[in-house]
C-alpha cells in the first residue's frame, strides 16, 4: 500500500456543524487530491494542492475548503455541512505518475 | 476541461469469457489513461494504464487499447474470473496530475 492514511475512516455529524477530514502521505509525493465519491457520478475532484500552502478547486468545490502547510498533510474542511456532502471521500497522491488513493472515509451528514 | 464518458455502466459475463469496457474522452491533448479497479468497500487501485504513444498494453490477461483519432480507449479483460467482479473506473489527464474518471462499470463475472 501507499503510504496514506486518512482519517476518521467513518463519521456521521449533524447538518450545519464544521467536519474536518485528514489525508496523511509518508511518500513525500508534491501532489494531493481530495474526491468525492458518489453512486453514477464516479470520482469527482473536490479540490488539489501542488505543493504547501498551493492548492487550487476541482469540479465539485463549493462548500469545502482545503489547506496544506506540510508536504505529508491535506485537510478538507466543511465549514457547514449539508447533507447532500454525505458521500465517500478519498484521498489520493501522485508525483507525475499514477494517482494511489488512500482507504476513503465514509461521512454521513444527518 | 476534460470529460470522460464510460460504457457501459453494469456488465454481466460468464466466467472464462472476455469483458470490454469503453470509454471517450473530449481533449484531444490527453496523454494518459490510466485504468482503476475497486473491489467493495475497498480503495481503487491501479491495474493498468496506457501513454499516447503507444496502441495497446497487455498485463496478463489485461489489456486496454487506445485510439488517439477517435478519442476513445478501451480496457479489456480475457477469461474472466469471479474475483474480476468489481468496479472499473477510466481516467485521462493531459498534465499528470489533474485526472478526470469516468462513472465507474460494475463487471459481475457470474461462476
Known amino acids: 500500500d501507499a503510504g496514506i492514511t486518512q482519517s476518521p475512516r467513518h463519521k456521521v455529524t449533524e447538518t450545519g456543524t464544521p467536519v474536518t477530514l485528514r489525508c496523511h502521505q509518508t511518500?513525500?509525493?508534491?501532489?494531493m487530491y481530495w474526491y468525492r465519491q458518489d453512486p453514477g457520478h464516479g470520482l469527482r475532484l473536490i479540490h488539489y494542492?501542488?505543493?504547501?500552502?498551493?492548492?487550487d478547486k476541482g469540479e465539485v468545490s463549493d462548500g469545502y475548503s482545503v489547506s496544506r502547510s506540510k508536504t505529508e498533510d491535506f485537510l478538507l474542511t466543511l465549514e457547514s455541512a449539508t447533507s447532500s456532502q454525505t458521500s465517500v471521500y478519498f484521498c489520493a497522491i501522485s508525483d507525475n505518475s499514477p494517482l494511489h488513493f488512500g482507504n476513503g472515509t465514509r461521512l454521513t451528514v444527518t | 476541461g476534460e470529460n470522460v464518458e464510460q460504457h457501459p455502466s453494469t456488465l454481466s459475463v460468464q466466467e472464462g469469457d472476455s469483458a470490454v469496457i469503453k470509454c471517450t474522452y473530449s481533449?484531444?491533448?490527453?496523454?494518459?489513461f490510466p485504468w482503476y479497479k475497486q473491489e467493495l468497500g475497498k480503495r481503487p487501485q491501479l491495474i493498468i494504464d496506457i501513454r499516447s504513444n503507444v496502441g495497446e498494453k497487455k498485463d496478463q490477461r489485461i489489456a486496454v487499447t487506445l485510439n488517439k483519432t477517435a478519442k476513445h480507449f478501451s480496457l479489456h479483460i480475457t477469461e474472466t474470473q469471479p474475483e474480476d467482479s468489481a468496479v472499473y473506473f477510466c481516467?485521462?489527464?493531459?498534465?499528470?496530475?489533474?485526472?478526470?474518471f469516468g462513472t465507474g462499470t460494475s463487471l459481475t463475472v457470474i461462476p
Open positions: 481533449d484531444s491533448a490527453s496523454n494518459y
Open positions: 481516467a485521462a489527464t493531459t498534465t499528470g496530475n489533474q485526472f478526470y
Open positions: 494542492s501542488y505543493g504547501v500552502k498551493d492548492t
Open positions: 511518500e513525500n509525493h508534491r501532489y
